[in-house]
DNA sequence: TTTAGCACTCTCCACTTTAGACTGCTAATT
DNA sequence: AATTAGCAGTCTAAAGTGGAGAGTGCTAAA
């Protein structure tokens, strides 16, 4: 085969990805001239399609049908289109006036920027809270609630909330946990918890009692990996053409209602930059091989670091997800970055 | 029609209605004396349902089909039912321990809630964070993030925590923010936001924006009714046969998915005590109008109240979903008052 | 290497057929 | 007046049929 007959080849490859996108049915070799005239006859588009169906790029449904992309095939149409893609100046322009807006208060700020990427792509759209590799003690408070019951809010360095209540056997007043308060904030600023254990204080017991309490606070958020993320745009994704079979419908529904889901699909390990794709059965989870996934981390590396990605038919629009993906990745790293400027 | 016939009509209706929640499918004349003997014939059944047909109770999907229960029957069982239904004691056990472990944790334990209440009816559990008529000031803090950015973290008197950030045009240190916090607490304890702003108090630059939040956030609370609540089980719901048709599973989704849907579908001023039933078309929401509802308030009425219910087709179990949001509520109830003794 | 031409394959849709499930009605029975 | 047996009649669901149309694979020629 010649340089450009293996040019023109690519190019029928391109072409059937994105007219499959586009229309979700096989796309026949005169289709492909329909819309694209390459100066060849149909047959030659075939004997291309032959050839590219023995190299694993596409497959046919049915004996002489329209070619359909494979796993390989769209990892051809990936690489070739990623980097050119950019988000069109208007809507850059419209997402970043519309998460300014809720720039201080952080849960909605986040569950905006799924919401809007999910209507951006049509499809479902994920957002994690960011998170540091170990957290840190910045601050605590503490509420009497009645007599014998205190709330404890615990905030830590990276933005996090998290409150629990305290029982205590005897009486204890608001000026005492006002003073037990004041004594940790000042001791455990900008500690870990392996840290604050490691320090040895003389404590009463019902500081004793406390510090237990923020000991293990601590400790599940450390654990924790995905728990608390911000999930749109269902309805979109499961409106489309390959959700036709209810049994696919579920299987979904069943994945992203189950505990820790997120943790197995997006590889955490990876802190590359840059928008990752994953398509079908690279795929480490199973229920995931028809799907495709594209996303990014934000924040700052070793600081607070989140997620931001798309998850939809591996027939979706990879050019306006990866610049979807990109330009919002960015622009949360950008809001991140002014309360975190020198933490 | 005699008095024993008005009684076996009854039963037949009874039995229509059971027995088309088991099965889905059009319940026939023969099928009802299967499972019970009612010591007449199939043609005696028949004269019955030809009777309910007419008075409204029952419907055929075509000219000679079995019958299927239409609202007014779905509400005639509704109505036998209600009051002998109770959880078995062994279900009553396990959920009370499953909520225990999570009782110091407010939003774990709704969620947990949530859950169970979904997997043990088959259908869609909502659980509604307590929320009080006009919410009161109960705490704030000031967390310093950096020079020109703190944390504002208020506490209010419903254990609901909102956190904001602060842009200052000058720096700012922490014993200033310290203080500020502790002018706040001394002087706003207990009191609403039409209180607060009664307050003619002296106050610094620093005060006056640090007050500005406070108010916008007490503000926007009051105004939420229904944001943040935890929906489980969808994939069981849509996994029921009444949801074959694609529309209207993804009707569903959208309804769900749209924000503050929850406050048009339950009746909020209805604070009457119990389980209340919705059964199709009595719904408000005309998009609901193929679901039933079951659901009751929980908490302490005037002071802290949420709402937790089944959402399911009309064909749903009745008693199990009545008898698990009475318990389950019943739960709720007793350990929000466990921290609220005393407010 | 490309092309024209044609037989062939397969889907999709509409239509028909058939078996079986239930009822409604009528006339007889209690 | 209420109930029943019996049977004709109605309707569904599933399986089968046939034809139109889309699109290919192959062959032989350019």
Redesign the interface.
């Known amino acids: 085969m010649s340089k450009a007959a293996y040019k023109r080849r690519d190019s029928v490859l391109k072409i059937i990805v994105s007219e499959y996108i586009a229309t979700a049915t096989p796309v026949a070799s005169e289709a492909i001239l329909r819309h694209h005239s390459l100066g060849v006859s149909p047959a030659t588009i075939r004997n291309d399609m032959a050839s590219l169906e023995e190299e694993g790029y596409i497959a046919r449904p049915y004996t002489s049908s329209g070619g359909v992309p494979l796993d390989k095939g769209y990892r051809f149409y990936v690489e070739t289109i990623s980097g050119h893609a950019a988000l069109p100046g208007e809507d850059q322009k419209r997402i970043r006036r519309l998460l300014d807006t809720a720039?201080?208060?952080?849960d909605t700020l986040l569950k905006i920027a799924a919401n809007t990427m999910a209507r951006l792509v049509g499809n479902v759209a994920i957002v994690t809270f960011p998170k540091s590799a170990e957290c840190k003690f910045?601050?605590i408070?503490l509420?009497e609630?009645?007599?014998y019951?205190a709330?404890l809010?615990l905030?830590l360095s990276n933005?996090v909330?998290r409150?629990?209540?305290?029982s205590f056997d005897e009486s204890v007043r608001q000026e005492q946990l006002g003073e037990v308060a004041l004594k940790f904030n000042r001791e455990y600023a900008a500690q870990t918890r392996s840290q604050i254990a490691g320090k040895k204080l003389e404590l009463t017991p019902l500081e004793k009692k406390v510090l237990g309490t923020i000991s293990d606070v601590m400790a599940s958020e450390d654990a924790i990996e995905y728990e608390s993320s911000y999930l749109?745009?269902?309805?979109l994704m499961?409106?489309q053409p390959e959700?036709?079979q209810?049994e696919r419908?579920?299987g979904i529904?069943?994945l992203m209602?189950a505990k820790g889901w997120l943790r197995n699909v997006i590889d955490w390990q990876v802190t590359e930059e840059g928008v990752k794709v994953i398509i079908g059965e690279e795929n480490r989870e199973t229920a995931l091989h028809g799907l495709s996934l594209v996303f990014s981390n934000y924040g700052i590396p070793e600081q607070a670091q989140g997620t931001i990605g798309v998850i939809g038919p591996k027939r979706m629009d990879y050019s306006r997800a990866i610049s979807a993906v990109n330009y919002i990745s960015g622009l949360l790293s950008e809001l991140v970055a002014?309360?975190?400027?020198?933490?």
């Open positions: 720039v201080d208060e952080y910045k601050h408070e509420v609630m009645h007599q019951m709330m809010v905030i933005a909330l409150r629990q209540t305290l749109e745009g269902l309805r499961l409106g959700f036709v209810r419908m579920l529904l069943e209602e002014r309360v975190w400027r020198n933490d």
